[in-house]
């Protein structure tokens, strides 16, 4: 029942203009939608989380810092995911959403790094520290730059698309891989104790706002995306009849 | 609120200049990220019309 | 085309021309010469930098030789015969990683020992540079192969090569400079270079597949 019920969803999402239309209904409330639960979460963060008794209040910058980490890491997992699709059902679809998912993927790791730097500073001393989340969230960044410089050297959209699923189901592979080998590296060189996310648990009143935010960045991800994934569609298509009837 | 007051808030004990950059650079990235995207669409449905307007005016 | 069949084509074409074998090792010989000239002769520094410096100028030198792994082929069309022949690409693809590692990676592993002599490693972590770089190369070429495989149809090459790339070699370059570090601190190796192993063996097992696909992509069916 359940599966039934995904599979359907699956072949008319693949559709483009069943995506199309779905994208129309789906917009208009999602973007204030996103924006809303994001400035909860972090104005809730900001200004109602009690301080933490350690790092005071330098550690509010998790509230956005983890968030694009996670939203990041997310990202670049879904690549991979619709690049196998892609390539072995050849889903047109796929191709769309790989392209549309990077741009906004490179951009919160880039928050990642920025936000972590800048909370290194009072917790560190340093902007940057050879800390292993940042280095692995680098790598990350690096592994997104490399995504997005061959979608924008391929001219042609669905070798591109294809091109970038490819790649990005060989990086998800390698991300697991480069997580752990940047862990114990920085064992190996012992390098500073303090973390900037402690293993320790949140207290509720700190992990609210924090999931929050989380749920806010995700909704603000599949607002690019789709908006996103409805140019490139549009673009694609425009020889067909059903975008010839939109206008 | 769990700050006492709005001055209180904006310091953040010593650490406002660090709270208050890290959250005014992402949200600008962020929301420019998002505009972006969503010019992007309103460009190809523009280009899209007046592809339509040229092809109806050449028939 | 059959496993040696393709294995023995790479390398007559290669015995010809030779300076394709020489160039990557002559490129990474100079680049490990240059740090000593960029940083310090001090021996002490030069040990500790040691294992890394190899490992970037191996990978680099890797890429290099890389880039051109499916270039000829593409322009005399000969890829394009064998991507409509009806077998499978994997085993050609296989033959011809193979082929390239004789060629750029084994000289390269040879010519480790010496250059970490060179930068004053002891002994044992020498021994563990050669068997770390003998592992490690092969998964270098199989990454290597897959955005070769992505960019072999682009005029960018080169550097964009390096980009779609580099990130994927985080893990080869950490544990195997890590191991050679290991070895030289007197910690024991053999459980990372199983790791280093493994990375070879499932690199090789699944590139192939992968490279197949990139290939098919870039020549657009």
């Known amino acids: 029942m359940i599966w039934s019920t995904l599979t359907r969803w699956y072949h008319q999402l693949g559709s483009p203009r069943y995506f199309y239309r779905f994208s129309d209904v789906v917009l208009p409330w999602l973007w204030p939608l996103a924006l809303l639960v994001t400035a909860t979460g972090l104005i809730w963060g900001l200004a109602f989380a009690p301080e933490d008794y350690q790092q005071g209040n330098s550690y509010r910058i998790i509230f956005i810092h983890v968030p694009a980490a996670s939203g990041a890491l997310l990202g670049y997992v879904a690549m991979g995911v619709a690049g196998l699709v892609n390539l072995v059902w050849r889903m047109k679809m796929a191709e769309v959403m790989i392209k549309a ?11 990642a790094l920025i936000t972590g730097a800048i909370w290194g500073k009072p917790t560190w001393g340093t902007y940057w520290e050879w800390d292993a989340r940042l280095t692995s969230m680098l790598i990350l960044f690096f592994l997104y730059l490399g995504v997005m410089a061959l979608i924008n050297a391929i001219p042609d959209p669905r070798q591109a698309g294809r091109a970038a699923g490819l790649l990005s189901l060989v990086g998800v592979i390698n991300v697991v891989i480069v997580k ?3 862990e114990w590296w920085h064992s190996l060189h012992q390098g500073s104790t303090l973390k900037l996310v402690g293993k320790s648990s949140m207290p509720p009143e700190m992990l609210t706002p924090l999931l929050i935010s989380m749920l806010g960045i995700y909704l603000l991800f599949a607002v690019s995306v789709l908006w996103r994934a409805r140019a490139e569609l549009l673009w694609r298509e425009r020889k067909s009849a059903w975008v010839k009837e939109l206008h | 609120m769990y700050f006492e007051s709005f001055s209180a808030f904006l310091q953040m004990g010593t650490h406002g200049v660090y709270v208050w950059s890290a959250y005014g650079i992402s949200a600008l990235l962020i929301v420019g990220n998002l505009w972006l995207a969503y010019r992007g669409e309103q460009k190809v449905r523009e280009e899209l019309r007046r592809l339509a307007r040229r092809e109806q005016s050449g028939q | 085309m059959s496993f ?11 015995w010809r021309r030779p300076a394709e074998i020489i160039n990557p090792l002559f490129f990474f010989v100079m680049v490990v010469a240059l740090f000593p000239l960029g940083v310090s002769p001090r021996p002490e520094l030069l040990a500790t930098l040691a294992p890394g410096v190899v490992w ?3 990978l680099l030198a890797v890429l290099l030789s890389v880039d051109g792994l499916f270039r000829a082929d593409h322009e005399c069309g000969a890829l394009e015969q064998l991507l409509t022949a009806p077998q499978s690409l994997y085993i050609p693809v296989l033959a011809k990683l193979v082929a390239h590692w004789i060629l750029t990676g084994l000289p390269l592993v040879l010519m480790a020992p010496l250059l970490g002599y060179m930068l004053h490693l002891s002994e044992p972590a020498i021994a563990v540079l050669f068997v770390a770089v003998l592992l490690g190369t092969p998964t270098l070429i199989a990454l290597g192969a897959i955005g070769a495989a992505l960019t072999v149809s682009l005029r960018s090459g080169g550097i964009l090569l390096s980009l779609l790339v580099l990130p994927l070699y985080v893990p080869v370059l950490v544990f ?5 570090t290991y070895a030289a601190n007197g910690l ?9 192993a493994a990375m070879m063996l499932a690199s090789f097992v699944l590139a192939p597949a992968a490279v197949a696909a990139g290939l098919r992509i870039s020549s657009g069916n």
């Open chain 3, 4 to 14: 040696s069949a393709t294995l023995s084509r790479e390398l007559l074409l290669a």
């Open chain 3, 188 to 196: 024991p190796v053999s459980g990372v270079l199983a790791l280093l």
């Open chain 3, 56 to 58: 970037v100028a191996a």
């Open chain 1, 180 to 182: 752990y080998s940047v």
């Open chain 3, 176 to 180: 195997g400079a890590g191991v050679v």
């Open chain 1, 101 to 111: 998912i990077a741009p906004f993927g490179a951009l919160l790791a880039a928050i």
